[in-house]
């Protein structure tokens, strides 16, 4: 596939197979953990799930670095009184992330403040074969609306089916 061609946004063939349940459990838990750095300060991680089912790990901001103009927007749109799991449905093919994940994912600044402020990420491509579980125990579900096309016509109703779920919010990209 060209360059070019690797930004294109459509769904991705996904690895269908036993154990997924296994792999979505352990991206939520990373997603929830925060690495204690020297300085005594903590450090979350947005969790993406690739498409062949691995798992890939980015740092958020590094603690007070976050400038509070940024703050200020992200508490507006998620507000951190208390952290919450957020579960992204995006464009996840691992070369186009590989070669520039804030191309990809054209808000992915915005999810690694969401992490900054105290929330848990995690992101798939929200495949019917993975939605409720990719979804499940995600007090809000952010969906890029680019995917919407690439969803079943009753993705909304299968994840608002899921009890925790609180909030769907669809992002949309100006282009």
Not at 4 to 27: N, T, W, Y
Not at 99 to 106: G, N, S, Y
Request: charged share 25%; with cysteine; net charge negative.
């Amino acid at each position: 596939m060209e360059n070019g061609d690797l930004f294109k946004v459509h769904m991705p063939e996904v690895d269908i197979r036993g154990g997924l349940d296994k792999i979505f459990s352990q991206a939520k838990q990373l997603a929830e953990e925060e690495t204690i750095l020297a300085d005594g300060s903590h450090l979350r991680h947005v969790v993406i799930i690739s498409p062949g089912r691995l798992l890939l790990i980015k740092d958020s901001y590094p603690p007070d670095t976050l400038p509070s103009e940024n703050r200020t927007v992200l508490e507006e749109l998620i507000p951190s009184h208390r952290s919450l799991k957020i579960a992204v449905i995006t464009y996840t093919f691992l070369d186009a992330l590989r070669l520039d994940v804030r191309k990809a994912i054209p808000f992915f600044d915005y999810l690694l403040g969401f992490t900054c402020i105290g929330h848990a990420v995690w992101i798939f491509e929200g495949h019917s074969s993975v939605l409720e579980m990719g979804c499940h125990g995600a007090d809000f579900v952010l969906i890029d609306q680019r995917m919407l096309p690439f969803l079943e016509p009753d993705w909304e109703k299968r994840i608002k089916g899921i009890a925790s779920v609180q909030q769907v919010r669809i992002i949309t990209i100006a282009e």
